[in-house]
Protein backbone atom coordinates (compact mmCIF):
# COMPACT_ATOMS: atom_id res chain seq x y z
CA UNK A 1 0.00 0.00 0.00
CA UNK A 2 2.98 2.48 0.94
CA UNK A 3 4.52 1.74 -2.78
CA UNK A 4 1.09 2.79 -3.90
CA UNK A 5 1.31 5.96 -2.33
CA UNK A 6 5.21 6.87 -3.52
CA UNK A 7 3.76 6.25 -7.03
CA UNK A 8 0.59 8.80 -6.46
CA UNK A 9 3.18 11.27 -5.08
CA UNK A 10 5.65 10.68 -7.98
CA UNK A 11 3.12 11.26 -10.46
CA UNK A 12 1.46 13.91 -8.86
CA UNK A 13 4.59 16.28 -8.41
CA UNK A 14 5.84 15.11 -12.35
CA UNK A 15 2.65 16.25 -13.70
CA UNK A 16 2.97 19.50 -11.33
CA UNK A 17 5.96 20.61 -12.59
CA UNK A 18 5.22 19.95 -16.28
CA UNK A 19 2.07 22.35 -15.34
CA UNK A 20 4.47 24.71 -14.13
CA UNK A 21 6.77 24.91 -16.90
CA UNK A 22 4.11 25.23 -19.44
CA UNK A 23 2.27 28.07 -17.78
CA UNK A 24 5.97 29.89 -17.34
CA UNK A 25 6.77 29.19 -21.35
CA UNK A 26 3.33 30.56 -22.48
CA UNK A 27 4.10 33.39 -20.14
CA UNK A 28 7.51 34.22 -21.40
CA UNK A 29 7.16 33.53 -25.07
CA UNK A 30 3.79 35.80 -25.44
CA UNK A 31 6.53 39.08 -25.30
CA UNK A 32 9.32 36.47 -26.97
CA UNK A 33 10.04 38.49 -30.26
CA UNK A 34 13.38 38.88 -31.93
CA UNK A 35 14.02 41.74 -30.35
CA UNK A 36 17.71 42.74 -31.62
CA UNK A 37 17.54 41.68 -35.19
CA UNK A 38 19.19 39.25 -35.90
CA UNK A 39 16.76 36.70 -37.55
CA UNK A 40 16.74 34.05 -35.03
CA UNK A 41 15.01 33.83 -31.30
CA UNK A 42 17.75 32.78 -28.92
CA UNK A 43 19.03 34.02 -25.20
CA UNK A 44 19.10 37.66 -25.69
CA UNK A 45 15.89 37.76 -26.98
CA UNK A 46 14.46 35.31 -24.02
CA UNK A 47 16.35 37.87 -21.41
CA UNK A 48 14.81 41.02 -23.32
CA UNK A 49 11.10 39.43 -23.32
CA UNK A 50 11.02 39.16 -19.29
CA UNK A 51 12.60 42.85 -19.63
CA UNK A 52 9.63 43.97 -21.32
CA UNK A 53 7.29 41.86 -19.58
CA UNK A 54 8.46 43.99 -16.37
CA UNK A 55 8.52 47.04 -18.28
CA UNK A 56 5.36 46.67 -18.98
CA UNK A 57 3.48 45.63 -15.40
CA UNK A 58 6.02 49.13 -14.14
CA UNK A 59 4.28 51.25 -16.94
CA UNK A 60 0.73 50.02 -15.91
CA UNK A 61 1.58 51.08 -12.01
CA UNK A 62 2.46 53.98 -13.13
CA UNK A 63 -0.42 54.93 -15.41
CA UNK A 64 -2.75 54.34 -12.57
CA UNK A 65 -1.20 56.35 -10.37
CA UNK A 66 -2.89 60.02 -10.82
CA UNK A 67 -0.48 62.75 -11.53
CA UNK A 68 -0.41 65.48 -9.07
CA UNK A 69 1.43 68.93 -8.13
CA UNK A 70 1.61 70.88 -4.87
CA UNK A 71 0.22 74.10 -4.50
CA UNK A 72 2.70 76.62 -3.97
CA UNK A 73 1.42 79.04 -2.13
CA UNK A 74 -1.23 76.77 0.25
CA UNK A 75 1.08 73.62 0.18
CA UNK A 76 -1.76 71.39 -0.64
CA UNK A 77 -1.83 68.53 -2.91
CA UNK A 78 -3.70 69.10 -6.29
CA UNK A 79 -4.39 67.58 -9.57
CA UNK A 80 -1.77 68.20 -12.14
CA UNK A 81 -4.58 69.71 -15.04
CA UNK A 82 -5.96 72.13 -13.13
CA UNK A 83 -5.19 76.08 -13.38
CA UNK A 84 -6.65 77.17 -10.32
CA UNK A 85 -6.06 75.73 -6.84
CA UNK A 86 -8.97 74.50 -5.35
CA UNK A 87 -7.77 75.05 -1.77
CA UNK A 88 -7.07 78.55 -2.09
CA UNK A 89 -7.94 79.75 -5.58
CA UNK A 90 -4.47 80.82 -6.47
CA UNK A 91 -3.94 80.95 -10.21
CA UNK A 92 -1.42 77.63 -10.60
CA UNK A 93 -0.47 78.75 -14.51
CA UNK A 94 0.27 75.43 -16.43
ZN1 LIG B 1 -3.47 76.55 -3.09
Redesign the pocket.
Known amino acids: MSLFYAMFFIAFTIISIVVVVTIIRTFIRSNMKDTNGDGKIDANDFINGINIQFNNINQNNETEKPKTKK?P??D?I?KDDVFV?P??G?NLGN
Open positions: CYCSVCNCA
